[in-house]
């Protein structure tokens, strides 16, 4: 299309390619930089909240990895993946049904729209922007960020065109907008001690990818061989710079209608692969699939990625791209190319190839009608891992194995923690070794709102679904696809709410955010979820708790309550809360009937959250007189433990009671239950 006028972007659908530089800025209420599924995402759920969406993309194309050849969807468990993510996968799902018929073998082979050719998910993403009316400028790498304090007011790509926005979305898997807006991150392993996490830092062992057989790594000269890198092991569980390896995830087939030759890349020189030679001389009865990972898609194709000591990942080849310049990436990109299509072309041509090996690799090709504006080879490079935000609130081991609930949850992952090596390097003994591999099983848990927001001092209008605020080991199983959809959604609507109500994104009505995404489908519980996956019950039942009981169902009332089950967990049906408003004139009082007088401790049962008060007045009555106490309802509490309130004298019956107030408060009340236990 061609570019229309840029002043607003309010009912513009637009997708360009290389336009002329704007003399005016555009203006959109919502700006994602990064068209990968989880900005294409965002910018739609945007625009599906009636905001103004534009999506800002260094590159030519939509979807990132996922139209980019990663069509074996790393799921984990499918039931954690709701929302507009899921909606993805069910259009996939429709479209090989419209195309090829309900009982056709493609229907069968798309497993329920989780795997797909890459055309077809480019295909799917286009239509969703179309839809929303959401524009893509392409060929515009990020050039500047203009900023007012902490806020960003505006980008300007490196050609030029500025991009002015009420809330941005940093969706690249570089994290440049989060970097240049100057909000904090890391790149590589942190160690075990920082986080206490037990599978942090350097691997003593990494059995998956390893090599099966001592390979030696020198020449006779003593030097390392190319793909090897200088450097020791080190000790097990210290941090270090390094980042796990990246490839491109190929679209091949061994159909010979569609077969395309592997290429002999420029540059190409065997020497490169004297490590797989020698591989191959110790063990010849390799098969392709002990090399490589073909998965079958639709249509006799394949998403094929690593698998094995020396396969599609290029080792190491990766270490300076996260901080590297827009030139330097290129030739880290260029270079992985090149390692790429010489390992197949090696594999493919080589003398050194056994005969029944050579065999096997003839029968395959890349996909023709796949990649056709690049030379059938992927446009994504499968970055795997790069900046990793410092936000709100850091994930970490403990978040996806134990404290899987979060009270500010907006999605669900479910996939194993999952890291390929980060280094090759030699062991004592001149063999070749892989460090860094780790693929460790988790159960579902819920992601927080607050992994997606930068603290507030370093930038209050910048949402990042991307390269979330994790650890290493956490952002192992965060980095799925899947789940960066689910993530893209929430900051979509967070950042349609931070624009109605004008403020910053780490301010927003979470109870809105919470409903809107549930409305919308979005799964946000691992209690949601069927079977031995779901983490127990969200309602505590009141007979199970002890003492005396009063729930939000059995007190008295007055002013304006709304009632919620969007955060958990909490006692009986729901809890009430006052919707942020404050003023006073919400109040609720619980009214114990006592069995005996005696002296009792009293505990205000709450769902704690960033939304929260924490300043909420509440009055015990009790046989001393009234008290009046402030408590913090944000404060988060483990397992849903109750706010302690003190030790009280009460008389038996019901002359006692606790009232909760909504006077003079910053944030939203919420009630619950109240519970009198007897004293020792």
Known sequence: MNRPGWPSLVGLALIAAGPARSAEPLRADVVVYGASAGGVVAAVSAAREGKSAVIVEPGRHVGGMVSGGLGATDAGNRSAVGGVSREFFRRVHRHYVATYGAGSPQVEDCSDGFRFEPHVADRVFRAMLDEARVGVVFDSPLGRVEKDGPRIVSIATARGDVFIGKVFVDASYEGDLMARAGVK???????????????????????????????????????????????????????????????????????????????RPAGYDPARFELLARYLAIKPDLKVGQLMNPVRMPNGKTDTNNNGPFSTDHIGGNRDYPEADDARRRAIRDDHVAYGQGFLYFLANDPRVPGPLHDEMARWGLARDEFVDTDRWPHQLYVREARRMLGAYVMTQ?????????????????YNTDSHHVRRIVRADGSALNEGDFQVRVRPYAIPYRSLTPLPSECPNLLVPVCVSASHVAYGTIRMEPVYMILGQACGVAAALAVDEGVPVQAIPFERLCSKLAGQGAVLSPEELPGADAAGARRLDPAGLGGVVVDDARATRSGDWEASTA??????????????????????????????????EVRLFSTPNPNRATNTPVMIRSADGERTIRVDQRRPSAGGAPIVLGVYAFDAGDTGWVEVGTEGTDGHVIADAVQFVPAP
Not at 234 to 247: F, H, I, L, R
Not at 400 to 407: G, L, P
Not at 568 to 574: A, K, L, N, R, S
Request: net charge negative; proline share 8%; hydrophobic share 35%.
């Open 185 to 263: 991150y890391a790149v590589g392993r942190e160690g075990r001690d920082q986080y206490g996490e037990s599978i942090a830092g350097v691997q003593a062992q990494s059995p998956a990818h390893q090599w099966p057989v001592a390979v030696p790594a020198l020449d006779a000269a003593g030097n390392r061989l190319p793909g090897v890198q200088a450097g020791e092991v080190g000790v097990a569980g210290s941090g270090d710079g390094e980042t796990q390896a990246y490839n491109f995830r190929l679209c091949m087939t061994d159909r010979p209608d569609n077969r395309s030759p592997f290429p």
């Open 398 to 414: 403990a978040d996806i194995m134990d404290d899987r609930i979060k009270v500010d949850s907006v999605g669900l992952g479910s």
């Open 567 to 600: 955060v958990g967990p909490f006692v009986g049906e729901g809890y009430l809360h006052d919707g942020g408003r404050g003023g006073g004139k919400a109040r609720i009082r619980f009214a114990p009937d006592l069995p005996r007088a005696g002296r009792y």
